[in-house]
């Protein structure tokens, strides 16, 4: 017997020795394999192909952490503008993304907001095949929208095919899944992504994809689905509850919400275009979150009794994004890169940001994040040089034949308009010093202001000569859907009508290269092609700047921001009930 014992026993530590050093090895290949793929920024630490939901602080059940705090209150958050739609698929405005993404809507990943690395939410896991060219996502059994229908992957492909669909209206989401050749189902917890070709945001784009009920908004016919403004239904920890036009976007807390609830109630998004008012709404206690202006942020910390009520809140993060003026190359004035160049010579953006931003950011030559990788720090920015400005429009051929103080060129006068939002103070004062500066180089400016809803439908069909705006950013930036020539017919975002074959070849081959420093040197070219063509005068990149209520709390800054779902008010300070 104890003979049969030992050789018992020994079989069984060289199994375990073998299961161990089998163990191993999976990491070692799953380590080498992630170092091959080299998948997101530095901050990203990949551990393997599988991420599952008991990662870093996730609990067994449910992701994230429990919420500290009482319950109970809302939180009232200005907007300047009321979004054209609450359909996540169709919208292209910041507004409808703070009312709608992640509160309504939820995808199979997020982003940890400290560590900058992608965690399953509706996902329980994913994985990556070791060529890059396959994803698989495991959804959570435990999952369902808020109307208590089970999420399946039938919801995940509806998805995806309503995204790529070109009749529906997301042309500017869906240009980040053509890389994408299929999304097949494995069962109905298991949907699989296979590439075409390798694309470094993958999982990014895989994870991130919003997750819409099939249930509530299949369709048969596009027109249909691109009709669909209101009632939003998702998985997210709020419901919709009403719109009223013009004034507010009302949710509720998802009292069946599969997850961690949030403590908040209700969060209203207020519709408050002056800017004047919104900080009267602030003052009075109409409003708790706002986003002030430049003025606003640097006097106000100044007075005490404001300080004792409000948190006047100033990070950097990848969203900041970048404004700028943007030149339609199809118009009769801007298809010459010479006198593109003149139009940023004409800027005095050091001045305007000095003056009118109360110093607040810097300016930018390019079209990612500022403090990232991707943007080549390298590039000067061009000066203000008038004098400059007018020998390129002398050479472009744009003089003053008929002496009446006007540049004109074959019979056309310089005289174009300038597309603003409507009561935006900062750009109805950059348009005022644009149109001194333009006059004092014989070039006419007209203001052009409209409502938003307006201004973003002449956006999108380009129906401008130039205007003012800006774009938010992400951890990752892909440029092709602003840059790539392919993304000027329809409704894409190339508004501008820029097209440089060698820039699309650079954007395309980026798209491909899985090494960050390989591709990176790929967006510094880039760069340096948007530096030489001013499709923009790339005007600057600031810090977020918040004011919010001191009677919230459990208030971080993270690496990418604020998250309100973290947010609660003590019981003896709650103002809504």
Request: proline share 5%; charged share 30%.
């Amino acid at each position: 017997m104890n003979g049969r014992r030992g050789i018992f026993t020994f079989f069984l530590f060289l199994l375990l020795s073998i299961i161990v050093l089998l163990q191993v090895l999976s990491m070692v290949q799953s380590d080498r394999l992630y170092e091959r793929l080299n998948y997101l920024v530095d901050t990203w630490q990949s551990r393997g192909p599988v991420r599952a939901a008991q990662e870093k602080g996730r609990s067994a059940d449910l992701p994230g952490e429990e919420y500290p705090g009482d319950e109970g209150d809302w939180l009232v958050w200005r907007i300047g503008a009321e979004p054209a739609t609450l359909n996540y698929i169709t919208s292209k405005d910041l507004y409808a993304n703070w009312i709608v993404g992640g509160n309504i809507f939820e995808s199979l990943l997020e982003y940890d907001y400290d560590e900058v690395e992608l965690k399953p939410l509706l996902a329980e896991s994913y994985e990556v095949s070791s060529d890059g060219l396959e994803m698989t996502f495991r959804l959570r059994k435990d999952i369902h929208f808020s109307d208590g229908v089970p999420i399946t992957t039938d919801d995940v492909i509806f998805s995806y095919q309503t995204i790529i669909n070109p009749d529906v209206d997301a042309h500017a989401l869906a240009n980040y899944y053509y890389p994408i050749e299929e999304v097949i189902q494995i069962d109905s917890h298991t949907v699989k992504f296979v590439f075409r070709e390798l694309y470094f945001k993958g999982p990014e784009i895989g994870g991130l994809m919003p997750i819409v009920p099939k249930h509530i908004y299949e369709f048969s016919d596009a027109a249909e689905f691109n009709k669909r403004r209101s009632e939003p239904v998702g998985s997210g920890p709020y419901l919709f509850e009403k719109w009223n036009v013009g004034r507010e976007v009302v949710l509720r807390r998802n009292e069946n919400y599969w997850g961690r609830k949030p403590k908040l109630e209700k969060i209203i998004f207020r519709v408050i275009t002056n800017e004047v008012a919104a900080l009267q709404s602030l003052r009075s206690h109409q409003v708790d979150f706002m986003v002030p202006t430049a003025e606003q942020f640097v006097e106000l910390p100044e007075e005490e009794e404001f300080v004792k009520e409000f948190e006047c809140l100033s990070y950097w993060n990848p969203g900041v994004g970048y404004s700028y003026i943007g030149w339609n190359q199809n118009t009769a004035f801007f298809g010459d890169r010479r006198v593109r160049l003149a139009m940023t010579h004409l800027v005095d953006r050091e001045t305007i940001i000095k003056h009118l931003m109360k110093g607040l950011g810097r300016i930018v030559t390019g079209p990612f994040y500022v403090l990232g990788k991707q943007y080549d720090s390298s590039i000067e920015p061009w000066p203000y040089d008038p004098e400059r400005a007018k020998q390129l429009l002398d050479e472009a051929g744009w003089r003053d034949t008929d002496g009446d103080g006007m540049r004109d060129k074959e019979g056309v006068p310089f005289r174009f308009k300038f597309m603003i939002v409507s009561g935006y103070l900062i750009g109805e004062q950059i348009a005022k010093l644009l149109k001194d500066e333009m006059a004092k180089a014989g070039i006419d400016l007209i203001p052009d202001p409209y409502e938003w809803s307006v201004f973003e439908e002449r956006l999108n069909t380009r129906s401008f000569d130039a205007t003012m705006l800006a774009w938010g950013g992400t951890v990752l930036t892909d440029p092709y859907q602003i840059w790539h020539s392919s993304q000027i017919k329809g409704r894409g975002s190339n508004r501008v009508g820029f097209d440089n074959p060698e820039a699309d070849v650079i954007i395309e081959e980026a798209r491909r290269t899985l090494d960050e420093s390989a591709r990176n040197k790929l967006y510094h070219r880039f760069h340096r092609i948007l530096h030489k063509e001013q499709p923009y005068t790339f005007f600057r990149a600031r810090p977020s700047l918040r004011f919010l209520d001191k009677r919230f709390k459990n208030v971080k800054v993270h690496k990418l921001g604020l998250n309100p779902l973290e947010w609660y008010v003590p019981k003896d300070q709650q103002r809504y009930k």
